[in-house]
């Protein structure tokens, strides 16, 4: 991985040691012999190609698709950049040099940018669904494994906000954490307790633990599976003191509806879980 791919990829928040990693095991499911292409082009022959946007959209993830050309010897250019809105017949990059190489780097760069782009670009569908509300989108974990932290960044391409990482970087209590605890109150405060300055968000079915929720101090309130009058009795109860998200069963069609509330955030699993993969197709020109 050249230094300035390596910039490209911390500048976007991204480990490019985790990055070129998912390539080497990514490059490696595809087994050490290409037994198409190999018997079909010489090893001195060479090849330039342009990965062509298909569709109208978002694009993410030219660094990745760019590391695994790097990764095969290839020389990757970019045209554009991550986050920026394309149209079809856009060409996003070329890549150029030997022709086993670059049908060996096809199905994999495609793989992975045509999936963070599907999530830039539903992401940003929601953001201009609400957009002069003041809300904002929020990812959840409802994430691949292995794939958290470039679907993190896709949403982020797309016009969205993170919500936490992990289980390691904020406390979410969630139904599951108050039912065992024996209430919001108990669950609240024992997390408290031990992480004092940690931020942390309770989940709420109800009003009457929101109520609750914001009695015992917090400043964090998840909405789960409100319809819109209960959104807006939340907003009234909380009167600022929390940020308030709603999540649950949220659509498109509907989204600007919730935003309107006031409520802060809208969660939605279905940037990360759902997005439909973005059609870019590797032409050779």
Not at 71 to 99: F, I, K, N, Y
């Amino acid at each position: 991985m050249t230094p300035e791919l390596t910039e490209r990829l911390t500048e976007a928040g991204l480990d490019p040691r985790a990055v070129q990693d998912l390539v080497e095991r990514a490059l490696a499911e595809d087994g050490e012999v290409d037994v198409t292409s190999e018997p079909i082009f010489g090893p001195q022959e060479t090849a330039r190609g342009e990965f062509t946007a298909r569709q109208d959209g978002v694009v993410a993830g030219l660094p990745v698709a760019a590391a695994v050309c790097q990764a095969l010897g290839l020389r990757p250019v970019p045209h554009v950049e991550d986050g920026r809105r394309v149209v079809a017949g856009q060409v996003l990059m070329t890549v150029s040099g030997p022709t086993r190489a670059v049908l060996r780097a096809e199905r994999v760069a495609l793989n992975l940018l045509t999936h963070l782009s599907g999530v830039a670009t539903e992401t940003r569908r929601w953001v201009d669904a609400v957009a002069g509300t003041g809300a904002k989108i929020r990812d959840t974990r409802k994430t691949l494994p292995g794939l958290r932290a470039l679907q993190k960044y896709a949403v982020r391409c797309g016009g969205g906000v993170n919500h936490r990482m992990g289980l390691h970087d904020a406390a979410l209590i969630k139904d599951n954490h108050i039912a065992a605890a024996g209430s919001v109150t108990k669950a609240f405060q024992a997390v408290r307790a031990v992480y004092p300055s940690l931020h942390v968000q309770v989940e709420c079915d109800t009003l009457a633990q929101v109520a609750e929720a914001l009695e015992a101090g917090a400043t964090s309130i998840l909405l789960d599976n409100m319809d819109v009058e209960r959104l807006r009795e939340a907003v009234r109860l909380a009167a600022g003191r929390a940020e308030l998200e709603a999540s649950g069963g949220l659509t498109l069609d509907r989204a600007r509806d919730v935003a309107v509330t006031g409520v802060d955030y809208l969660a939605v699993g279905a940037l990360t879980h759902s997005a439909r993969s973005f059609d870019i197709g590797l032409d050779f020109s």
